[in-house]
């Protein structure tokens, strides 16, 4: 009997859709509107649900897990609020929006305990003429190599926690801390040409009000030993022009007078 109740739950899962049905999320933001609702909808019995912007995750829901949402501060975004996360929709708020929070939005939903499945749908929204109070964000070079500390201050609200991200994850030792110290590795840089991002967000009452962001490049003595070969070429290329502009014009002038005598 066991057996049969097994095979007859996993076949329930089995046979059951998996789809996202509709994402909702307003194409144009205009300027004078404060805040906009997005909603993720489905038919499936997920283990996950994210919500990204971009490559950046700014909500998690896991049903059954003890806290279920738990919401990461993204760029342009100064508000991530729950309005309801259930067994067909989950439903967000946005707010405290500016120009950068334009972008692409995902909702993933994914089944991480088998059968495995894995769904996800995308929309694109745009922001016009939104600013708002962002905290302050500064020391941070524009370079750094192996080794050398990475060093930056945050000024929020009086009644702000700051909290620091590098590449969107929260350094969680660092928490309530107005300054950043860390040591620089090759490793926590991405991208071509390798960049970290370092993040300070206010966070009041345990909800984002604010975040600020800066990059910063990998120190690569190779890249710039070939940048400066690169420059002299270009050097010596600028002169030979130079060179040869003088010696057309000598030849003409020449050529000019043998006419004329």
């Given at each position: 009997?066991?057996?049969?109740?097994?095979?007859?739950?996993?076949?329930?899962?089995?046979?059951?859709?998996?789809?996202?049905?509709?994402?909702?999320?307003?194409?144009?933001?205009?300027?004078?509107?404060?805040?906009?609702?997005?909603?993720?909808?489905?038919?499936?019995?997920?283990?996950?649900?994210?919500?990204?912007?971009?490559?950046?995750?700014?909500?998690?829901?896991?049903?059954?897990?003890?806290?279920?949402?738990?919401?990461?501060?993204?760029?342009?975004?100064?508000?991530?609020?729950?309005?309801?996360?259930?067994?067909?929709?989950?439903?967000?708020?946005?707010?405290a929006l500016t120009e950068e929070a334009t972008g692409l939005y995902r909702c993933d939903i994914e089944r991480d305990v088998p059968p495995y499945k894995f769904e996800t749908r995308t929309a694109y929204m745009e922001v016009h003429g939104h600013e708002h109070r962002r905290p302050l964000l500064e020391g941070l070079a524009d370079e750094y190599g192996d080794e050398e500390d990475i060093q930056a201050y945050c000024r929020g609200a009086p009644d702000a926690e700051i909290r620091w991200y590098i590449n969107g994850r929260e350094i969680e030792e660092m928490r309530g801390s107005s300054s950043l110290k860390r040591r620089s590795s090759r490793l926590i840089y991405q991208g071509v040409p390798p960049m970290v991002t370092v993040q300070c967000a206010e966070f009041r009452y345990g909800k984002l009000s604010g975040s600020k962001e800066m990059k910063a490049r990998w120190k690569d003595p190779a890249f710039n030993q070939k940048d400066e070969r690169a420059q002299e070429q270009r050097n010596h290329s600028q002169i030979l022009t130079v060179h040869l502009g003088l010696l057309w014009l000598l030849c003409l002038y020449y050529f000019n007078l043998c006419t004329f005598l």
């Open positions: 009997m066991l057996v049969l109740a097994l095979l007859f739950i996993a076949t329930g899962v089995n046979s059951r859709p998996f789809n996202i049905t509709h994402l909702i999320v307003p194409e144009v933001v205009p300027p004078g509107q404060a805040e906009v609702e997005i909603e993720c909808r489905y038919d499936a019995n997920f283990t996950i649900l994210n919500w990204f912007k971009g490559p950046n995750e700014f909500f998690r829901y896991k049903p059954g897990a003890a806290p279920s949402t738990r919401s990461f501060p993204i760029l342009g975004v100064g508000r991530v609020e729950l309005v309801t996360c259930g067994p067909t929709a989950c439903r967000l708020k946005l707010g």
